[in-house]
């Protein structure tokens, strides 16, 4: 089955510090990658996405991520951080003959002024 | 925004009784699916929809139940409310993108704030 690990749950940073938000998924198919971000009290909106063709993808609010097929990796980054990014962000992958989506347990992100 | 509509979006309820969470769209949309968010968690996949009646179970289908006899609306029932009930559901929708290539990125509703007592 698809798992998807997000291994730092609590990040911490400072204004314009630069982040980067690892993700890792077990499925060895051709998959469909997906970062999306909550803002507290919020429901989950899509910050970018992944189908194919080049791998480093750009999304909304200057997030970018990159697609290492080799390693089942889809890391999330951003060169600076701003205060109003303060959320939780989860990774999600599908693949594309089974509909299932399959979140990671999510990155809290804090960024202090 | 998608047009996806949960309802109630907060309910109080006691254990052992039933519940029935809406989840309705207007995007017409052929995938549907019922998550729960609980900290230390992220999502888990309850149920999802591959069209009208076309239901499968996800990850943590036990206690659940759904129903889909609309395009439309997913319902997803708790036929006897636990306290480990107690959660964020989110209803979610995509569509498939052809091809055999997978579905869009899935919409998802405000939530449904449940507590169990």
């Known amino acids: 089955a698809q798992s998807v690990s997000q291994h730092n749950h609590h990040v911490i940073l400072s204004e314009a510090a630069s982040l980067e938000l690892g993700c890792n998924y077990s499925y060895g198919g051709t998959v469909n990658l997906f970062w999306y971000v909550q803002y507290p009290g919020q429901h989950l909106q899509l910050l970018l996405k992944?189908?194919?063709?080049?791998?480093l993808v750009k999304g909304i609010k200057g997030f970018e991520a990159e697609f290492i097929k080799s390693k089942f990796s889809f890391n999330l980054r951003k060169p600076s951080v701003q205060w109003s990014d303060t959320a939780e962000y989860f990774c999600a992958v599908t693949d594309t003959g089974f509909q299932k989506l399959v979140f990671g347990t999510g990155t809290r992100l804090l960024v202090s002024p | 925004d998608a047009g996806i509509t949960q309802s109630p979006r907060h309910k109080v309820t006691e254990t052992g009784t039933p519940v029935t969470l809406r989840c309705h769209q207007t995007e017409n949309h052929r995938y549907m699916y019922w998550y729960r968010q609980d900290p230390g968690h992220g999502l888990r996949l309850i149920h999802y929809s591959y069209g009208v009646k076309d239901t499968d179970k996800g990850e943590v289908s036990d206690g659940y139940s759904v129903s889909r006899s609309k395009t439309e609306d997913f319902l997803l029932t708790l036929e006897s409310a636990t306290s480990s009930q107690t959660s964020v559901y989110f209803c979610?929708?995509?569509?498939?993108?052809?091809?055999?290539?997978?579905?869009?990125?899935?919409?998802f509703g405000q939530g449904t704030r449940l507590t169990v007592v």
């Open positions: 992944y189908f194919s063709g080049d791998p």
């Open positions: 979610a929708i995509s569509e498939s993108k052809g091809g055999g290539t997978g579905n869009t990125e899935a919409f």
